[in-house]
């Protein structure tokens, strides 16, 4: 039994390029990667262990609360666009951050 990708490579080029330029073909659509977990899992180490210690380049101690916000607020500001509107990417992982339940 031949999976898709097979099918797909015995069909002749012009068939393979006519479905791959189809709108309902999507290839490259949105996808959802793993930001929204590590940026849960970072806010929750903010949370639990505020004032442990980390080392940035193994040499310069900073406290996790301080990463946490500072990791966060570069994240925003480095991928801004010009017209300061935020993408979909950028905001969904940090309103993760920011609407974990706190107890």
């Known amino acids: 039994m031949a999976n898709a990708m097979d099918e797909f490579r015995m069909l002749p ?5 006519d479905l ?5 073909f999507i290839v490259n659509g949105a996808t ?11 806010a929750a180490m903010g949370y639990l262990f505020p004032n442990s210690l980390i080392y940035l380049y193994f040499f310069v101690p900073i406290k996790v609360k301080w990463f946490v916000l500072g990791y966060a607020a570069l994240e925003l ?4 666009p010009i017209p ?18 706190v107890p």
């Open 32 to 42: 959802v990667g793993a930001s929204g977990a590590i940026f849960g899992c970072l």
């Open 13 to 17: 080029l012009q068939n393979q390029q």
């Open 84 to 101: 300061l509107v935020p993408s979909v990417p950028v905001t969904l992982p940090l309103a993760v951050m920011v609407s974990a339940p």
């Open 77 to 80: 500001f480095a991928v801004m």
């Open 20 to 24: 791959v330029n189809d709108p309902r």
